[in-house]
C-alpha cells in the first residue's frame, strides 16, 4: 500500500498585472512553491500586462505538505526583478474541492513576516509539584527562510509566557542553527489559558530584526502529557490586511489535488483483466459491453483524464491498439456525416490524442526538432497579412532603404515555403522510424474509417481521419506551443509566435487536404497554396505508406521503432564537480560534461560521444538534494550523495541553468532512486569548507546531517515509466464516481426485446461481463475501506501512547 498526493497546476493567464517598467508594461513570469521551496518557474511573458502562459504540470507531493504558492515577478535585465503578488492556497482549500479550482484568485502583497518556513526542535517540559516550571529546550532548527544577502540569516530565538522573556545566542549565517538552550518558567501565577510562544528572529545590527517565524503552545494540554518533544512547523504572524488587495492583478488558475492510496497489485488484477477482456476478440452483438459503458457515461470534464489514465494502462498491457480499434468502431457507428468525425472531443478523440503524447513524444521530438530549434534561431520576421505589416520590424535594405510591404510579403512566402517543405521532407522520411504503436493505431483507423465510408465520394474521409490527429492534434499543437511539448525551454518571443502561427496555419490546410477553404477565408494565404497542394499529396504519399507498411516483415526494425516506455532517460550538458572524502572546496571547481541517466546509471563525460566516461550505479545513490545558495554562489545547484565499495560518501555537484531544470534532474534522479533501500535519513546542505559545515557550523565531518531529506517532491514528466496500480487506482476511482450512472445506463441500452433472450449464451457472456464490474468494482471499495479502518486504529493508538 501506498500514499500518493498528486497535483495537477495549469497557470493560464493574467490581467490587470501593474506597472513595473519605464516602457509602461511588464515582463512578468510566476515561481510556483511547494512549502516555500520553488519547484516551477515558467516563461517569462514579454511587454504586457495580461500574460497568457497556459503551462500544465503534475507534482506528486508527500502527504505532508501545507501550502501551494504562485509568485508573480516582473523579470529585469539590469537589476533584481521586481516584485509583483502572490496566490496562496492551503492543502485544506484543495481537498474541500475533489473537482478541483478553476478560477480567477487575485494577487495579494507579499508580506515578508508571512514568508517564514522551517521547522524547530524543541522539548517542552512541566517540572515538580511546588512550584511547578515550564522548562523550554530549543534544541535546533532546519531550513530557515533566507533574510540576508549572504543567502542566510543570524537567527536567535525568542520565548515568551506570561509577560516574561528569554532569547537565546545568535547563531551568525546559518538557516540551521544549533542552540541547545533551556529556559524556565512558573507557571502557578499564570492564567490556566496563557500560551508559550516560541518565535524565531533574524537578528540585524543596523535595521529592525527580520521575523522568522514561531509556534504556540496550549499549556493546560500540556500539563496532562508532563513533556512534548518534536520538531514543529513555523507559522507566519497574523496576517495584515493589505493595502493593496484587488491592485495587483489576478491570476487565472486550474488546481486538481489527488490524494490516492494505491492497493497492493493483486487488488487490481481482476479489474485489469476484466478491461483487457474488453477490448479482445470484439463483441458483434446488440449487446452493450465495458467500454460502450464507460464511453456513454463519462462526462466532458473527466473524459480527458479518464482518457490519459485508460491509455496508460492498455499500453502497459501491450493492448493499446484493441482498446483504440474499439473506440473508432464505436465513434464510426455514432457518425453518419464523415465531414464531422472525431470532431468532437469524445473518449475516442482524446484517448487517441493521450495515446500520441505518451507514446509519440519521441518522434515528435526527433521529427520537428531541428525545424523548430532552426526558427528561433533565425528569428526572422514573417508576415502574409497585409493588414498586420509592420516595415519597421522588417528591417532595411541596402543603403537604408525600407523594404516595401510586397517585398515583405515575398521574402516572408519564401521563408514559409522553406519551412514548409523541411517539414514536410521530414514527415516523409519519419515513415523509417515512426514507432510501430502509431504505425499500428494509423493503421487500425484508416481501414474502419475505410470500412465504414467506402463510397467513391469519400475516398479522403480515411485520409483526413489521419490528419485530424497526426497534423490538427498533434504536429500544429507542437508547432505554436513548442514549449507544451517540451520542445523548447522557454516560449517563443512575438516575432517568433507569429512565425510559428502561419507554419501552423499551412500544415492544417495541408492536414484538412482542402486548399480552397483556407484561401477563401484568409486570402492573404495565397502564394502558399502551390506549396500547400503539394504539400497535400505528399502527405497522402505518406500515409499511404505508412498504413500499408507489413509490421511482421522486420522485427529488428520494430524493436529499434518501438515505443520505450519506462526507460527514464534523460542527457544533456550540465555544470559538475566532483568531490571525494578528502578534497575540499575551495573554489567553485565546476566543468561542464555530457550526463547521461538510464535506468542502471548515472554517467558523465566530456563530450556527448567519448568513449571515456565516469558513472555512479544508481543502487548506491543514497540521497539526492538541493545546496544552499551560499555554498556556490548559485541556487540551482543540487548534490548527488553516493556510497564506493569501501563505504566512503563521495558527493557530486550538479549546477544546473534553471530552477526547472534543477527539478527536472532531481525529479529524474528520485524517481530512479525510488527503490532504493540505503538511503540517508538527513543531509548536510551545505558543503564542508575549512573546518566545519557552512550550514550548521558544526565541525564533525561525520556528522549524519541536519536537515531531512525530501524524497516526496517530483516532477511528472513524458518520459516517465508507466505506473499500472496508480493507473488501475485512477480508474477505479472514475467507475466508482459512476457506478449508479452505468447501471442505468446498461438498463437503457438493452432493447425490451432482448430481456427474454438473456439465457443465451452470447446473451450470458456479456451480462456476466457487466455484473463481473460491479462486483469487481464492490470488492475494491471494501479493500479500501478495510485499509482506510486500519489506518484510523493506527493513529487512535499513536495519540493514546502521547497521551500516556
Avoid at 501506498?2 to 516602457?23: M, Q, S, Y
Amino acid at each position: 500500500m501506498a500514499k500518493r498526493n498528486t497535483l495537477f497546476i495549469r497557470i493560464v493567464e493574467g490581467k490587470n498585472l501593474p506597472i513595473k517598467d519605464i516602457t509602461g508594461s511588464s515582463d512578468p513570469y510566476c515561481i510556483v512553491r511547494i512549502d516555500n521551496e520553488a519547484i516551477i518557474r515558467t516563461a517569462t511573458i514579454w511587454k504586457t500586462l495580461s500574460p497568457f502562459w497556459g503551462e500544465e504540470y503534475n507534482v506528486h507531493l508527500p502527504p505532508s505538505f501545507h501550502t501551494i504558492s504562485f509568485h508573480v515577478l516582473d523579470e529585469d535585465s539590469l537589476s533584481r526583478d521586481d516584485v509583483i503578488g502572490k496566490v496562496s492556497i492551503n492543502k485544506e482549500a484543495l481537498a474541500a474541492k475533489p473537482q478541483g479550482l478553476d478560477g480567477w484568485v487575485n494577487l495579494t502583497e507579499i508580506d515578508p513576516d508571512e514568508e517564514v518556513q522551517g521547522e524547530i526542535h524543541l522539548q517542552i517540559s512541566v517540572l515538580g509539584d511546588i512550584p511547578r516550571i515550564l522548562r523550554c529546550q530549543v534544541l535546533e532548527a532546519r531550513d530557515l527562510a533566507k533574510k540576508d544577502r549572504n543567502g542566510a540569516s543570524d537567527p536567535f530565538v525568542r520565548v515568551r509566557y506570561n509577560c516574561k522573556t528569554h532569547e537565546s545566542a545568535v547563531i551568525k549565517k546559518s538557516c540551521y542553527p544549533r542552540w541547545n538552550e533551556s529556559f524556565e518558567f512558573e507557571l502557578d501565577d499564570a492564567p490556566l489559558d496563557t500560551p508559550l510562544s516560541v518565535e524565531v528572529w533574524d537578528w540585524d545590527l543596523v535595521s529592525k530584526n527580520d521575523f522568522l517565524g514561531k509556534v504556540l503552545f496550549n499549556i493546560h494540554r500540556l500539563q496532562s502529557a508532563h513533556q512534548e518533544e518534536g520538531w514543529f512547523r513555523l507559522v507566519p504572524d497574523k496576517p495584515k490586511h493589505s493595502q493593496h488587495e484587488g491592485t495587483l492583478g489576478s491570476l487565472r488558475l486550474q488546481l486538481r489535488l489527488r490524494d490516492e492510496t494505491v492497493l497492493p497489485s493483486g487488488h487490481y488484477q481482476p479489474l485489469t483483466e476484466l478491461l483487457c477482456q474488453s477490448v479482445g476478440p470484439h463483441l458483434n452483438g446488440n449487446w452493450p459491453d465495458l467500454i460502450m459503458l464507460v464511453d456513454e457515461t463519462t462526462t466532458a470534464e473527466s473524459r480527458q483524464e479518464v482518457a490519459s489514465n485508460l491509455v496508460k494502462l492498455f499500453l502497459g498491457q501491450g493492448l493499446a491498439k484493441e482498446f483504440l480499434d474499439v473506440l473508432f468502431k464505436l465513434e464510426l457507428d455514432k457518425t453518419s456525416e464523415p465531414n464531422t468525425l472525431f470532431r468532437s472531443n469524445s473518449l475516442a478523440s482524446k484517448s487517441m490524442e493521450s495515446f500520441l503524447k505518451v507514446a509519440g513524444m519521441q518522434y515528435l521530438h526527433r521529427l520537428l526538432g531541428p525545424l523548430i530549434n532552426r526558427i528561433f534561431e533565425e528569428k526572422k520576421y514573417v508576415e502574409l497579412d497585409p493588414n498586420k505589416v509592420e516595415l519597421k520590424e522588417a528591417g532595411c535594405t541596402g543603403l537604408h532603404r525600407v523594404h516595401t510591404e510586397a517585398e515583405v510579403i515575398q521574402q516572408s512566402t519564401s521563408l514559409l515555403q522553406s519551412y514548409l517543405s523541411e517539414l514536410l521532407h521530414a514527415i516523409v522520411q519519419s515513415a523509417s522510424y515512426c514507432p510501430v504503436a502509431l504505425c499500428q493505431a494509423f493503421q487500425q483507423l484508416y481501414h474502419c474509417v475505410n470500412k465504414r465510408f467506402p463510397e467513391p465520394e469519400y475516398r479522403k474521409v480515411k485520409f483526413i481521419a489521419v490528419t485530424s490527429f497526426l497534423c490538427l492534434r498533434f504536429i500544429s499543437p507542437a508547432i505554436m506551443s513548442p514549449k507544451l511539448f517540451h520542445l523548447r525551454e522557454k516560449h517563443a518571443d512575438a516575432r517568433t509566435s507569429r512565425t510559428l502561427l502561419l507554419l501552423a496555419k499551412a500544415i492544417q490546410t495541408i492536414g484538412n487536404l482542402d486548399t480552397l477553404t483556407c484561401c477563401s477565408k484568409e486570402p492573404w494565404m495565397v502564394p502558399l497554396q502551390p506549396a500547400i497542394q503539394l504539400g497535400i499529396t505528399q502527405l497522402k504519399d505518406f500515409i499511404s505508406r505508412l498504413v500499408s507498411c507489413d509490421n511482421s516483415e522486420d522485427l529488428g526494425l520494430q524493436q529499434r521503432m518501438s515505443l520505450q516506455c519506462g526507460s527514464m532517460e534523460k542527457e544533456g550538458f550540465i555544470l559538475l564537480h566532483r568531490t571525494k572524502d578528502k578534497s575540499m572546496l575551495m573554489t567553485s571547481p565546476f566543468k561542464k560534461y555530457y550526463v547521461t541517466l538510464n535506468k542502471d546509471t548515472l554517467s558523465y563525460a566530456r563530450t556527448q560521444h567519448s568513449k571515456k566516461s565516469s558513472f555512479i550505479s544508481l543502487p548506491r545513490i543514497r540521497a539526492v538534494e538541493k545546496v544552499e545558495e551560499k555554498s556556490f554562489g548559485s541556487a540551482n545547484v543540487m548534490q548527488i550523495i553516493s556510497s564506493r565499495d569501501n563505504g566512503q560518501v563521495e558527493k557530486l555537484y550538479l549546477d544546473c541553468k534553471s530552477v526547472n531544470e534543477l527539478n527536472q534532474w532531481l525529479s529524474a534522479l528520485r524517481k530512479a532512486c525510488s527503490h532504493n533501500t540505503d538511503t540517508m535519513s538527513s543531509y548536510h546542505p551545505g558543503i564542508y569548507k575549512g573546518d566545519r559545515w557552512s550550514c550548521c557550523h558544526q565541525k564533525d565531518k561525520a556528522d549524519p546531517g541536519c536537515d531531512k531529506t525530501k524524497h516526496g517532491v517530483t516532477l511528472q514528466e513524458w518520459y516517465d515509466p508507466l505506473d499500472p496500480d496508480l493507473e488501475s487506482q485512477l480508474i477505479y476511482r472514475h467507475l466508482i464516481g459512476v457506478r449508479q450512472a452505468m447501471r442505468k445506463k446498461y438498463q437503457e441500452m438493452i432493447k425490451p426485446e432482448e430481456e427474454d433472450d438473456r439465457e443465451t449464451l452470447e446473451g450470458e457472456k456479456k451480462l456476466d461481463g457487466v455484473t463481473r464490474l460491479f462486483s469487481v468494482l464492490q470488492d475494491l471499495q471494501n479493500s479500501h475501506t478495510a485499509v482506510e479502518e486500519e489506518e484510523r486504529l493506527k493513529n487512535r493508538n499513536f495519540l493514546l501512547e502521547l497521551q500516556t
